[in-house]
């Protein structure tokens, strides 16, 4: 059952200090556990606090639960022993999460064509809305929005062969208006394409921009991607690459922002040949591609997807990615996870030892580690299986350090917290300016620190990442706000 609040207020914030990464020694070796049986589409929440997940309902006719469960950051682990069950789904009504400026939240379809969101409002404790039926009821691949700045939230769908000459369109609506839906885009199914044509819409974390594939010329099935404003209800062509058997068609293709090049925008992209491609975007508004990376799989043939940006400190971004044998969908075939740095970052490692079917690589960042999620079963098994796997990532928290003693002098408390922070120093370091970062690398304030206990408001800000950093310095503080 889930328990509803009797206070509307968010709880208390929880805020966690990191500012480096240590890679361990280059002998790491793979290594990975089972969690869970009869799971599948895990999905965690940006701060690794939150698991939601599905359990497939045997002999339901595709039908299945969706639960939820807190996670524990030092362990790693979720709290399955006080797990909620949410909803039973049936085909793609998968949980994702969500977010606008109330709080995050996560989203599914449940079996009777209602639109549920879930909001954490609380210690084990979950708020149920509806948004009704809105749409067409054979919607499928439903994904929604992610932005703090809004009061409001974008939900997107795709529905098979729903415009003429046997189309596959992509809808959207937004939650204040559920009723009011916009047609974004239709495609002519091609023979390579997957179960739906509109495969794998996208949202840009903090903005209404929705990345989808389509083809410039329906006779071949190689893709480009569009990206569709929320606030002008237009699409813009972003890439314009030429057709060839190396690009693996866009399908899967992920914008994405990082704090240490703020301004900028990439895009994540899968090619043949094994590889997997950085796109960045430039001035014209087209995306180049700026970094190639070769897969180190023995596979052959092989796809290469899923891979999700996750930046750990302010400057080092890292991501898990799937490899799976063939060309065909993934959940059929054998598959591995693999490391990979970017930016810079030069680690790139396979951390599965699974031998089988391995989908959806999902990171977790924990209090000193950061563990990698995956679903998994033998090649022909009817259930998926959970997996978690180390990696050779450390997080240390540390502080601005007196160059005399080497002792720590900057610091902020209390942990948890509510509203108010204090940030603590040495008087050898004072004045010093104290700038606070959000997670896209954009300077929110700055203020003159002037005494050893500082007091930082942070009531205004919405639940999400920041970093707390001494102009000139390279040390910064990662803050989670709940």
């Known amino acids: 059952m889930i328990k509803l609040p009797t206070m509307t207020k968010m709880?208390?914030?929880l805020l966690l200090l990191f500012s480096g990464v240590t890679l361990l020694a280059q002998t790491f070796t793979p290594s990975d556990i089972l969690i869970a049986t009869n799971v599948f589409q895990v999905e965690f929440s940006d701060d690794s606090r939150s698991m939601v997940w599905c359990e497939q309902i045997p002999l339901s006719g595709a039908r299945a639960k969706v639960w939820y469960a807190d996670m524990d950051l030092t362990t790693g682990l979720p709290d399955l022993a006080k797990k909620q069950l949410i909803d039973t789904i049936q085909g793609q009504g998968w949980p994702y999460w969500g977010e606008d400026q109330t709080s995050p939240f996560f989203l599914i379809k449940n079996q009777r064509g209602e639109i549920i969101y879930v909001r954490l409002t609380g210690i084990n404790t979950l708020s149920r809305f509806s948004l009704g039926k809105p749409g067409n009821p054979n919607k499928g691949l439903i994904n929604v929005s992610a932005d703090k700045s809004k009061p409001y939230f974008w939900v997107n769908y795709t529905v098979k062969t729903t415009v003429a000459n046997g189309r596959d369109s992509l809808f959207c609506f937004r939650s204040d208006n559920p009723t009011k839906i916009i047609f974004i885009a239709s495609e002519v199914p091609s023979p390579a394409g997957s179960i739906y044509e509109l495969t794998f819409p996208r949202w840009l974390a903090q903005s209404e921009i929705l990345a989808h594939p389509f083809r410039?010329?329906?006779?071949q099935p190689y893709y480009d991607m569009k990206f569709w404003n929320g606030a002008t209800?237009?699409?813009t062509v972003v890439t314009q690459d030429v057709q060839t058997?190396?690009?693996?068609?866009h399908v899967d293709d992920l914008p994405f922002r990082v704090p240490q090049k703020p301004g900028e925008l990439f895009m994540f992209s899968s090619k043949g040949s094994r590889q997997m491609a950085i796109y960045q975007q430039q001035k014209s508004g087209l995306f180049a591609e700026m970094e190639t990376y070769a897969s180190p799989t023995s596979f052959s043939p092989l796809t290469l997807t899923s891979f999700e940006p996750f930046t750990i400190n302010s400057n080092q971004t890292f991501g898990a990615y799937q490899v799976y044998q063939g060309g065909g969908i993934p959940g059929n075939t054998k598959g591995e996870i693999w490391l990979r740095g970017i930016f810079g970052q030069t680690l790139h490692t396979k951390i599965s030892t699974f031998d089988g079917v391995a989908v959806d690589p999902e990171y977790v960042i924990g209090a000193n580690k950061v563990w990698i999620y995956y679903y998994g079963k033998a090649v022909g098994a009817?259930?998926?299986?959970?997996?978690r796997c180390e990696t050779p990532l450390s997080i240390v928290t540390t502080g601005l350090k007196d160059a005399k003693d080497a002792q720590p002098i900057f610091s902020i408390y209390p942990n948890p917290a509510h509203d108010l922070v204090t940030v603590q120093t040495?008087?050898?370091v004072l004045p010093f300016e104290l700038q606070l970062f959000d997670s896209l690398g954009r300077l929110l304030r700055s203020e003159k620190v002037q005494h050893n206990e500082h007091i930082v408001n942070l009531a205004t800000l919405s639940a999400g990442l920041y970093f707390f950093k001494p102009l000139?310095?390279?040390a910064s503080q990662r803050v989670v706000k709940y």
């Open 233 to 235: 209800l237009a699409s």
């Open 245 to 249: 058997s190396l690009f693996n068609s």
């Open 426 to 428: 040495a008087s050898s």
């Open 216 to 219: 410039s010329n329906p006779a």
């Open 472 to 474: 000139g310095s390279a």
């Open 382 to 387: 009817p259930f998926f299986d959970l997996h």
């Open 11 to 13: 709880y208390p914030i």
